[in-house]
């Protein structure tokens, strides 16, 4: 059984808020696990992949009856895999190496996608998205995490004591300024080691990328800088052992 499929048969185990709606990789070709596959080019394998890319939630029920229809997210319509496309594209980063997908599953009842997940108002579903995540780290083992939004980022306080810092996230103005936006060698509580790196959401890039500073840079610059590290971090973990 392939790796993404494996993913799959986890979800089933899953018990689902009233807010959420289990979906487990009915868009065909292109989308974010677990709507789809979570693979640029539509392989079964993560094993292979050397950065995480990872959301919030997959989006709302009305929108992903259209990807389903279409068979795929629209990359140049979709203003998450629009901006994000480019900006890896101008850090380098091969979206074939990356395995795109969100820290929690199900997409939201209705047609509002925006803000934080109503799935947070359920602690014990949120507890066991965090261990379907440690699941996925344990399968694919990035050497990177690029973190959308706040809300994930706070989503994953809650698994590794070294992410306590961004439970209280209120702006990222702040995290900048306490120098939280990279986190190295951090050690989950599966035992698990990357290197994350706190982004805005890809979707408000346009409107809140200026405020982002890191290393003297401010705006896209400051977040361009920020993958690039967290990425030289990362190639590290292909010479030195966990």
């Known amino acids: 059984m392939d790796e993404i499929q494996l993913l799959f048969n986890e979800i089933d185990k899953l018990s689902y808020p009233d807010s959420m709606k289990m979906v487990k990789g009915e868009i065909e070709v292109r989308a974010f696990f677990p709507g789809g ?6 392989g079964n394998t993560v094993s292979d992949k050397d950065i995480m ?3 919030q939630d997959f989006d709302c029920e009305a929108n992903f009856e259209v990807s389903k229809t279409n ?6 319509k979709n203003p998450t895999w629009r901006n994000l496309l480019a900006i890896l594209k101008e850090a380098n980063i091969s979206p074939d190496n990356c395995f795109f997908t969100n820290a929690i599953l199900g997409v939201r009842k209705g047609s509002l996608g ?3 997940s109503p799935a947070f108002r359920d602690s014990n579903f949120i507890k066991d998205c965090q261990n379907f995540f440690l699941y996925q780290i344990e399968t694919q083992k990035p050497k990177a995490i690029f973190v959308l939004g706040k809300f994930a980022a706070q989503f994953l306080s809650k698994t590794s004591s070294k992410l306590n810092c961004w439970a209280g996230i209120k702006n990222f103005k702040t995290i900048d300024q306490q120098q939280f936006q ?4 951090v050690i989950f509580n599966n035992g698990i080691k990357s290197n994350l790196v706190l982004l805005t959401h890809p979707s408000y ?3 809140n990328v200026s405020r ?3 290393n003297g840079e401010s705006g896209h610059n400051a977040e361009l800088n920020m993958i690039k590290a967290v990425f030289i971090m990362a ?5 030195m052992p966990f």
């Open 37 to 42: 596959k979570g693979t640029f080019s539509n």
């Open 53 to 55: 890319i990872l959301g």
């Open 71 to 76: 068979k795929k997210e629209d990359i140049n």
């Open 114 to 116: 925006t803000g934080k």
């Open 182 to 185: 990279l986190q190295k060698n």
């Open 205 to 207: 890039r346009p409107v």
């Open 212 to 214: 982002r500073t890191y």
């Open 235 to 239: 190639l590290a973990l292909f010479i």
